[in-house]
Structures are given as C-alpha cells and as structure tokens.
C-alpha cells in the first residue's frame, strides 16, 4: 500500500505564488509515475502535471510556464510550484501516485489540499 500526505494550500491573491508538496510512505518501491491533478466545484477532476521516476514531466496546457513539477526520488516526494496564479487556478488539489510495470494496480490518491486565488 502507498499513503500520500499533501500540505501546501491556502489562499493567495491572482498574480502570486504557490508550492504544493506530497509525502509518498508505504511500499514507495511501487511506485512509478507521481503527479497532481485538481477539481474545482461542479467539475471533472482534471490532471494538472506529472512526472515519472525518469524525470519525464508533462503539464496540461492551461498550466504550462506557469506551474512546474519536480521530485526528489530518494525522499519520495513530489512538488509543485505554482506562479502566476489565476481565480481559474482556485480548486482541491490531489496528490497521486501510480504503480510501476511490476504494481499497475496502484493508484493511490491525497485527501486533498484547497488552493483558493483570489482576483
């Protein structure tokens, strides 16, 4: 089993700054790709970036040059950093972890962290 702690939201003003992290604990040997994805009231959970234990990131496009993903492989971590944020930005944010070749059943999520833009 793979927990993931986030820690990180809160509220801040369009225009500011932001940096979201995820503790991954447990059977972290399972895992392969980490990433964040975000669901604003009355919408679809949507992915925002991930990044594979290779380094290979990709983002959606309503992020990309503003958010940036990286992951420390040894401390089982990933963060995102989150600038020139938008109202549009405002949503639960989720860390998730995916299983490797070996464990392509794990799919393990957050519980969650709010971020809130303020225009």
């Known amino acids: 089993q793979v927990q993931l702690e986030e820690s990180g939201g809160g509220l801040v003003q369009a225009g500011g700054s932001l940096v979201l992290s995820c503790a991954a604990s447990g059977s972290t040997f399972m895992i392969n790709g980490m990433g964040w994805y975000r669901q604003a009231p009355g919408r679809q959970r949507e992915l925002v970036a991930v990044?594979?234990?290779?380094?290979?990131?990709n983002y959606a496009d309503s992020v990309k040059g503003r958010f940036s993903i990286s992951r420390d492989i040894g401390r089982n971590t990933v963060q995102l950093q989150m600038d020139r944020l938008k109202p549009e930005d405002t949503a639960v944010y989720y860390c998730n972890a995916r299983g490797n070749v070996f464990h392509p059943d794990v799919d393990a999520w957050g519980q969650g962290t709010q971020v809130t833009v303020a225009s």
């Open positions: 990044i594979t234990t290779g380094g290979t990131a």
